[in-house]
């Protein structure tokens, strides 16, 4: 009979929350194992942020390149050289994972199992390796943190042409010469942007009337409007009815604008249409953990899923899917079993970033969020090119907003379609950490000329 293997702790994944939790546990003296079926890191590190982060920035260098004239540079030509921007990102890719391994391989009480991990029971795992062979472990106390995976759409044609998805985009062997992007959302922008600049056409097709449909109308225009100014192109309100390929390989969108239908044909098509949470093995009815209609694991403030004992963490769970929710989903989890503080996801603070160029940037109550739950507000808001630095750089695209309770003037939220946009949110989101009225940055001193004091004009700007 195969022997049991026991631990204080089992954490499924080794992502953005399932690495530090393992890390510090063991430190605290928790016999730990923790399970991973693919690479150390999750899709942070593997798929999402740092590899797309690092092609983006081979992006703007090519895009900044190009434009050179605008800033009296003569450039003759300018060449991209596509396995170069891929051995660049691989490199550092390898390079942080090789950080966690090490890291794990340093640390006491804690083990690293290779293998899928399924539920035998609420308090056991078996894990199965890539050989074949299992190991069969059990734990007080267990945590997924499994992430997403993309979403296949239900659309007829699609299982006849070698689609892409946000993961294998980023292997290519060469540029696509054209690529077709299903999906309006942060992913299908970024990447559009990203191969657009890089030298190939693309074309966005998304099915709703605008991009990006939890941003403010005005914002995701502004949004859209610098990227068609770019060359991409864009069918909105658009459905696909069918996906097809000729002999030559080349794929064609059938699509249906209200009553009007077309073609469009290219060489590549990226499906960038949502996510699903990755559970299909865990075996959660073995551990009586209960999932949402759709399939997200269910967990109440404290992270803790139906079943005791069991936590889940990060993507999987479902709401805000960002790699710095996960890692405070991990301290949230860290700080209960610890008893170091009563901390849950109660009121917690959602700041993002989509890093286009320029980067859209999110803390807080968009206007109708704010308005739908009963908020008097007013709104503070600007164009770039009112920003001398945008302007003394080049950089000037965007606008920036910010909503204001009308009875405290705290503000609720605030977007930046700039520039560093990411770095200025986090200015705003310092001031509602610090529950500042948004006087307190209207007449604030900043250096001159910096992009943090657009905050000042920002906020001259507000219309009684």
Request: charged share 20%; net charge negative.
């Amino acid at each position: 009979m195969e022997a049991l293997e026991q631990y204080d702790a089992a954490i499924i994944g080794v992502g953005q929350a399932g690495q530090p939790l393992a890390l510090a546990l063991a430190k605290h003296g928790w016999k730990t194992a923790i399970v991973e079926k693919a690479y150390l890191g999750g899709t942070c590190i593997n798929y999402g942020c740092t590899p797309t982060k690092t092609l983006i920035a081979s992006a703007e260098a090519a895009y900044s390149a190009r434009r050179a004239s605008v800033y009296g540079i003569g450039l003759d030509h300018v060449r991209v050289h596509w396995q170069e921007v891929k051995a660049r990102k691989r490199a550092i890719v390898e390079t942080f994972r090789q950080s966690i391994a090490n890291r794990f391989a340093q640390a006491e009480n804690l083990t690293l199992l290779r293998g899928e991990a399924s539920f035998t029971s609420p308090r056991s795992l078996s894990v199965r390796a890539a050989d074949g062979l299992t190991r069969s472990i059990t734990a007080d106390r267990i945590f997924i943190n499994t992430g997403v995976r993309p979403q296949t759409p239900p659309l007829p044609g699609l299982d006849s042409v070698p689609w892409l998805t946000s993961t294998t985009v980023m292997e290519l062997d060469e540029l696509p010469p054209h690529l077709l992007i299903l999906g309006g959302g942060y992913v299908a922008l970024e990447f559009g942007q990203l191969f657009r600049r890089l030298g190939s056409e693309v074309t966005i097709v998304e099915r709703g009337s605008q991009l990006l449909r939890r941003e403010d109308p005005e914002i995701a225009g502004e949004l859209r409007n610098i990227l068609a100014a770019e060359g991409i192109v864009f069918h909105l309100d658009t459905h696909v009815e069918q996906v097809s390929r000729d002999s030559a390989g080349h794929i064609t969108l059938h699509l249906k604008t209200a009553d009007t239908t077309q073609q469009v044909t290219g060489t590549h098509l990226l499906v960038a249409v949502g996510v699903a949470p990755d559970t299909a093995v865990l075996n959660l009815s073995a551990a009586n953990v209960q999932t949402d209609e759709h399939g997200y694991i269910r967990v109440d403030e404290r992270l803790a899923t139906t079943q005791p004992g069991i936590y889940a963490l990060g993507d999987v769970k479902g709401g805000p899917q960002f790699t710095h929710i996960s890692y405070d989903d991990y301290r949230i989890v860290l700080a209960q079993l610890l008893g170091t503080a009563e901390a849950t996801t109660t009121g917690r603070m959602i700041p993002y970033t989509a890093f286009t160029d320029p980067q859209l940037a999110h803390v807080g109550l968009h206007e109708k969020e704010a308005t739908d739950l009963g908020y008097s507000v007013k709104i503070a808001s600007i164009p770039m090119t009112y920003v001398a630095r945008a302007l003394e750089t080049d950089q000037d695209k965007g606008l920036m907003k910010a909503v204001i309770d009308r009875s405290t003037n705290q503000i609720l939220g605030a977007t930046v379609l700039a520039t560093q946009g990411g770095e200025i949110m986090a200015m705003l989101q310092i001031a509602m950490m610090g529950k500042l009225p948004y006087t307190a940055l209207r007449d604030g001193t900043f250096a001159h000329p910096t992009l943090a004091e657009s905050l000042n004009t920002l906020f001259s700007s507000l219309k009684e």
